[in-house]
Protein backbone atom coordinates (compact mmCIF):
# COMPACT_ATOMS: atom_id res chain seq x y z
CA UNK A 1 0.00 0.00 0.00
CA UNK A 2 1.23 3.37 -0.91
CA UNK A 3 2.40 5.14 2.15
CA UNK A 4 2.85 9.15 2.73
CA UNK A 5 5.89 9.95 5.16
CA UNK A 6 6.25 14.06 5.92
CA UNK A 7 8.94 15.78 7.66
CA UNK A 8 10.33 19.50 7.92
CA UNK A 9 7.99 20.21 10.85
CA UNK A 10 9.41 21.78 13.68
CA UNK A 11 9.50 25.17 16.07
CA UNK A 12 9.97 28.60 14.24
CA UNK A 13 9.81 32.04 15.49
CA UNK A 14 6.80 34.59 14.34
CA UNK A 15 8.40 35.59 10.46
CA UNK A 16 10.65 32.92 10.45
CA UNK A 17 9.90 30.21 7.12
CA UNK A 18 10.10 26.56 7.11
CA UNK A 19 9.49 23.76 4.27
CA UNK A 20 7.33 21.06 4.99
CA UNK A 21 8.01 17.69 2.67
CA UNK A 22 5.72 14.74 1.77
CA UNK A 23 7.48 12.05 0.19
CA UNK A 24 5.15 9.36 -1.14
CA UNK A 25 6.53 4.81 -0.59
CA UNK A 26 5.83 4.42 -4.07
CA UNK A 27 4.63 6.33 -7.63
CA UNK A 28 1.24 7.01 -7.49
CA UNK A 29 -0.90 6.88 -10.52
CA UNK A 30 -4.01 8.26 -11.41
CA UNK A 31 -3.53 11.69 -9.53
CA UNK A 32 -6.38 14.21 -9.81
CA UNK A 33 -4.52 16.55 -6.54
CA UNK A 34 -2.68 16.61 -4.33
CA UNK A 35 -2.28 19.09 -1.09
CA UNK A 36 -1.65 20.15 2.40
CA UNK A 37 -4.37 20.47 5.10
CA UNK A 38 -4.08 21.60 8.79
CA UNK A 39 -5.70 20.64 12.14
CA UNK A 40 -5.84 22.56 15.53
CA UNK A 41 -7.81 21.23 18.58
CA UNK A 42 -11.21 21.86 18.68
CA UNK A 43 -11.00 22.67 15.02
CA UNK A 44 -11.40 20.34 11.85
CA UNK A 45 -9.05 19.67 8.93
CA UNK A 46 -8.67 22.72 6.93
CA UNK A 47 -7.35 22.83 3.14
CA UNK A 48 -4.20 24.89 3.35
CA UNK A 49 -3.11 24.32 -0.42
CA UNK A 50 -4.02 22.27 -3.18
CA UNK A 51 -2.44 21.97 -6.94
CA UNK A 52 -4.46 19.86 -9.47
CA UNK A 53 -2.53 17.25 -11.81
CA UNK A 54 -2.88 20.28 -14.67
CA UNK A 55 -0.74 22.44 -11.93
CA UNK A 56 -3.12 24.62 -11.02
CA UNK A 57 -3.11 25.94 -7.52
CA UNK A 58 -5.45 27.30 -4.57
CA UNK A 59 -4.86 28.69 -1.49
CA UNK A 60 -6.29 29.43 1.70
CA UNK A 61 -6.79 32.58 1.80
CA UNK A 62 -4.96 33.02 5.04
CA UNK A 63 -1.63 31.96 3.82
CA UNK A 64 -1.90 33.27 0.07
CA UNK A 65 1.04 35.20 -0.78
CA UNK A 66 3.54 33.26 1.89
CA UNK A 67 2.68 29.75 1.44
CA UNK A 68 3.69 28.19 -1.70
CA UNK A 69 2.81 24.37 -2.78
CA UNK A 70 5.12 22.50 -5.75
CA UNK A 71 5.68 19.12 -6.51
CA UNK A 72 8.90 16.68 -8.38
CA UNK A 73 7.30 14.05 -9.41
CA UNK A 74 10.63 12.33 -10.63
CA UNK A 75 11.01 12.16 -6.95
CA UNK A 76 7.32 11.32 -5.85
CA UNK A 77 7.25 14.40 -3.45
CA UNK A 78 5.68 17.48 -2.98
CA UNK A 79 6.68 20.19 -0.74
CA UNK A 80 4.85 23.21 1.18
CA UNK A 81 7.18 26.40 1.60
CA UNK A 82 5.94 28.51 4.53
CA UNK A 83 7.29 32.16 5.05
CA UNK A 84 6.31 34.82 7.54
CA UNK A 85 5.05 32.56 9.53
CA UNK A 86 2.43 33.35 12.03
CA UNK A 87 1.50 31.99 15.39
CA UNK A 88 -2.17 31.38 13.70
CA UNK A 89 -0.30 28.79 11.49
CA UNK A 90 0.51 26.55 14.46
CA UNK A 91 -0.84 23.04 13.51
CA UNK A 92 -0.50 20.06 12.37
CA UNK A 93 0.05 19.56 8.75
CA UNK A 94 -1.14 16.83 6.88
CA UNK A 95 -0.27 16.04 3.26
CA UNK A 96 -2.94 14.23 0.94
CA UNK A 97 -2.56 12.71 -2.57
CA UNK A 98 -6.24 11.90 -4.34
CA UNK A 99 -6.58 9.95 -6.94
CA UNK A 100 -9.41 8.83 -9.61
CA UNK A 101 -10.15 5.93 -11.48
CA UNK A 102 -12.61 4.07 -12.90
CA UNK A 103 -13.72 3.15 -8.90
CA UNK A 104 -13.90 6.48 -8.02
CA UNK A 105 -12.16 8.87 -5.57
CA UNK A 106 -9.16 7.56 -3.22
CA UNK A 107 -7.18 10.10 -0.67
CA UNK A 108 -3.96 8.92 0.61
CA UNK A 109 -3.01 10.91 3.47
CA UNK A 110 0.07 11.32 5.59
CA UNK A 111 0.67 11.01 8.97
CA UNK A 112 0.96 14.63 10.10
CA UNK A 113 3.82 16.67 11.52
CA UNK A 114 3.91 19.43 14.29
CA UNK A 115 4.06 23.33 13.10
CA UNK A 116 4.60 25.29 16.00
CA UNK A 117 5.15 29.40 15.62
CA UNK A 118 5.63 30.66 19.17
CA UNK A 119 8.04 33.84 20.14
Known amino acids: QVQLVESGGGLVQPGGSLRLSCAAS????????MGWYRQTPGKQRELVAR???????NYADSVKGRFAISRDDAKNTMYLQMNSLKPEDTAVYYC?????????????WGQGTQVTVSS
Open 51 to 57: IASSGTT
Open 26 to 33: ERIFSINA
Open 96 to 108: NVQTIAWAGIHDY
